[in-house]
């Protein structure tokens, strides 16, 4: 392969970077911007979500210890109430953690990796 062959072939992958940056910049403003209006949307449902279901709970927890109040199964009840929101804390602190993290800018990241193959194909 002749030297003026190869500088050719360099000379046209990076005319190829040069033109996928400012693609690239495009693309990355778009997924920041999805991102962002996606995480927002998120976080303020289960902000919603955790303020209803934690007020729902309590007033359900004291209805539950007030019923009792005048019985002889006032401690168990109580003690009964305190262990199923340990045993909910637990079960959701697992189910939290077993999750899987969404994927951020995987479509740019797809597109850059498409672009290193194409690349990788060019100068073989």
Not at 51 to 68: E, P, R
Not at 72 to 89: E, H, I, K, N, R
Request: net charge positive; with cysteine; aromatic share 8%.
């Amino acid at each position: 392969m002749s030297i003026r062959l190869k500088v050719t072939r360099w000379r046209n992958v990076g005319r190829f970077c040069i033109e996928r940056a400012a693609d690239y910049g495009e693309l990355l403003g778009i997924e920041l911007d999805e991102t962002r209006k996606r995480l927002v949307r998120e976080l303020s449902a289960l902000v919603a979500l955790a303020v209803a279901g934690l007020f729902t709970l309590s007033f359900l927890c004291i209805a539950i210890i007030a019923t009792a109040w005048g019985t002889p199964y006032f401690l168990p009840v109580v003690w009964g109430v305190a262990a199923t929101w340990l045993v909910l804390s637990v079960v959701s602190l697992t189910i939290v953690r077993a999750q899987k993290p969404s994927r951020s800018f995987h479509v740019l990241k797809d597109e850059i990796r498409d672009d290193i193959d194409t690349l990788k194909e060019a100068l073989r």
